[in-house]
């Protein structure tokens, strides 16, 4: 058979200045990585009070403490940075479709899959986590531990030998915490990260037992005694809703959990972790998802390894792997970083100690005025404190601390985040909101229209420089996509102008979803073509081959402008 040669040379020619050429053998996209794969670690003495001789063979628990956690994020680790040169080049682990494979860190779930409303507000819940206080007797929840760590009072309770801890906020941030706890978990789930399950519940106080001789300890201070009058101090300081105590239950991560994990190198002891942190595209990409959030504590202090052992009888035994989680989202949605108001209106804009903007005070005498000087609040809308649309810049939101992963995102890496959030429209965010279950409901017609107004705003920034079109397949006998940016109304409709190189025919599917005839004269195996929305800067440069069964998407590129 003759092939006809498709006439591509020109337009590929064109593009080699914006793009690195791919020249390998076209293959079949890798989806999932193998760093779940099962790996074994060298067995080691580690005894414990019931078993001094125990051998574990299970990676080492990392411990960090909360002051140690700060002080590198805030001094030491900046300061090391700062004396040697950091060039920051392209994500790792990125596959030929320019998406992040699944992995031990990210599943693909929003971006590649339509959610239900429930599977999209469940979260990270199975349906065996689920709680029903409804139906609990008096007593069946049974409080066997005090709280180890964190800055909010709580405690450990068992229902039917499930492990779940309790999280209970003060009446100076209610309702906020607890919203911010279960909705910023329920969004961080759904784009693809492994959370922790996250529910809010009403529930009477006769229902949680409480078991003598418990100690608790939060981040300052010394452990002290958990009895009835600490219970009893900590209840009547939650919110309540007809005698029912608001509370967040967050249920027990499964395996053998190891401590948290680094925002940049890896982990000696997981062979299964090759992948420098800081240049991985899940960890840099996520620096999207705290601006929209404003979460300024991204760090190790929330975050949590855990070892799953092929045989689950012995969680500390080998061969397994190891499973990378991400928890307490309730310093989100304007919380209160402490300090007072100085501190609170800096929120997104300045690290707690900016050597850059320090130096800047320091050489302007603090004359010129600075964003946080015109930040302000929203009159009766003050549990949010600064969080709003008008005050918010994407490309400009800091943490509390800079983020090694964070400071690392390239374009590439914000566009990327950028495709999956804009799968959040207005009504999911509504139903999101819904789980904040606030009495007032004002405060969630004001969540909502401000999570909208910001996600816009990164979405104008992130998805208009590369293409925003994704999802590429070849469907029957024309090859389509989705363009994100028309799909949540980035530009007006009339703006889209979609075209192809070469020459392809154009005709429409359901929504937003975009096909080109594919001519029934293409024959050759490997055959490439250049798509343009008219709107946003880049272009998308699709590759396919077939492999005996018909054209398949084998490569996606998206060539600066």
């Given at each position: 058979?003759i092939?006809k040669?498709?006439p591509?040379?020109?337009v590929?020619?064109s ?5 690195h050429?791919d020249?390998s053998?076209?293959?079949m996209?890798?989806t ?13 003495h580690?005894g414990?009070e019931k078993?001094?001789k ?9 411990e ?17 940075h ?6 920051s ?9 320019d ?17 239900t409303?429930?599977?999209?507000t469940?979260?990270g819940c199975?349906?065996e ?8 007797l008096d ?5 066997d531990h005090?709280?180890?760590e ?8 068992t ?5 779940y801890l ?5 009446k ?12 910023g978990?329920?969004i ?9 399950c996250?529910?809010?519940l009403y ?5 949680f ?14 452990d ?10 900590a209840f009547?300081?939650?919110?309540h809703r007809d005698r029912?105590i608001?509370v967040?239950a967050s249920?027990?991560l499964p395996g053998?959990l190891i401590g ?11 062979p299964?972790d ?5 240049d991985?595209?899940?960890?840099r990409?996520l620096?999207?998802l705290?601006?929209w959030?404003?979460?300024?504590d991204s760090?190790?202090?929330?975050t949590?390894d ?13 061969p397994g792997h190891v ?8 310093e989100?949605l ?5 300090g007072?108001d100085?501190?609170r209106?800096?929120?997104g ?9 320090m ?10 005025t600075?964003p946080w000087?015109e930040?302000?609040q ?8 600064y969080?709003n ?7 400009h ?42 009495t007032?409901?004002g405060?969630?017609e004001?969540?909502e ?6 996600l816009?705003?990164?979405?104008d920034?992130?998805l208009l420089r590369l293409?925003?079109m ?13 363009d994100?940016?028309e799909?949540?109304?980035?530009r007006?409709?009339?703006?889209f102008r979609?075209?192809?190189?070469p ?5 429409r599917?359901?929504?937003s979803r975009v096909?080109f005839e ?26 396919m081959?077939?492999?005996g ?12 402008p």
């Amino acid at each position: 058979m003759i092939r006809k040669r498709i006439p591509m040379v020109v337009v590929l020619g064109s593009l080699a200045a914006c793009v690195h050429a791919d020249v390998s053998p076209p293959r079949m996209p890798m989806t999932v990585d193998g760093d779940m794969s099962s790996v074994s670690v060298r067995c080691r003495h580690r005894g414990t009070e019931k078993d001094p001789k125990h051998i574990t063979c299970a990676p080492a628990v990392y411990e960090t403490p909360t002051y140690w956690d700060v002080g590198d994020n805030l001094v030491f680790r900046p300061v090391s940075h700062g004396l040697h040169l950091t060039t920051s080049d392209e994500s790792v682990n990125v596959n030929s479709l320019d998406e992040v494979p699944d992995s031990s860190w990210f599943e693909n779930r929003i971006g590649a899959h339509d959610l239900t409303d429930t599977e999209l507000t469940r979260g990270g819940c199975n349906a065996e986590d689920l709680l029903d206080p409804n139906s609990a007797l008096d007593g069946s929840w049974v409080i066997d531990h005090g709280k180890g760590e964190g800055s909010q009072p709580g405690f450990r309770i068992t229902v039917h030998k499930r492990h779940y801890l309790i999280k209970l906020e003060p009446k100076e941030e209610a309702e906020r915490t607890s919203a911010a706890s279960v909705l910023g978990i329920a969004i961080h789930h759904a784009v693809g990260y492994h959370t922790s399950c996250e529910q809010l519940l009403y529930v009477k106080p006769e229902t949680f037992k409480l078991l003598p001789g418990l100690r608790s300890k939060t981040n300052v201070g010394d452990d002290k005694p958990f009895d009835k009058e600490a219970l009893d101090a900590a209840f009547a300081d939650a919110p309540h809703r007809d005698r029912r105590i608001r509370v967040i239950a967050s249920a027990w991560l499964p395996g053998y959990l190891i401590g948290p994990f680094r925002y940049e190198g890896t982990r000696a002891d997981d062979p299964n972790d090759v992948v420098p942190h800081e240049d991985r595209r899940d960890l840099r990409g996520l620096r999207l998802l705290a601006a929209w959030l404003s979460r300024y504590d991204s760090r190790s202090g929330n975050t949590l390894d855990s070892w799953i052992a092929d045989h689950p009888a012995v969680p500390d035994s080998s061969p397994g792997h190891v499973m990378h989680y991400h928890l307490d989202t309730s310093e989100t949605l304007g919380a209160d970083p402490g300090g007072g108001d100085p501190f609170r209106r800096r929120e997104g804009f300045s690290y707690i100690v900016d050597f850059h903007d320090m130096a800047l005070d320091f050489l302007t005498l603090g004359i010129p005025t600075r964003p946080w000087d015109e930040a302000h609040q929203t009159p009766g809308r003050e549990i949010f404190g600064y969080f709003n649309v008008e005050d918010f810049s994407p490309d400009h939101w800091k943490g509390e601390y800079p983020n090694p992963a964070f400071l690392r995102m390239t374009e590439r890496d914000g566009a990327w985040m950028a495709r999956i959030l804009a799968r959040f429209t207005r009504p999911r965010i509504h139903a999101l909101v819904e789980l904040a279950s606030f009495t007032d409901p004002g405060a969630s017609e004001y969540l909502e229209r401000v999570l909208d107004g910001r996600l816009m705003r990164i979405l104008d920034r992130y998805l208009l420089r590369l293409s925003p079109m994704t999802d590429a397949r070849v469907e029957g006998d024309a090859l389509c996509v989705t363009d994100l940016a028309e799909t949540r109304g980035v530009r007006e409709p009339a703006a889209f102008r979609f075209t192809a190189q070469p020459a392809l025919s154009l005709r429409r599917r359901t929504g937003s979803r975009v096909c080109f005839e594919l001519p029934a004269e293409w024959t050759a195996p490997d055959v490439s073509v250049v798509l343009d929305d008219g709107v946003a800067a880049g272009k998308l440069l699709v590759r396919m081959h077939d492999f005996g069964r018909g054209l398949i998407v084998t490569n996606v590129q998206r060539p600066e402008p």
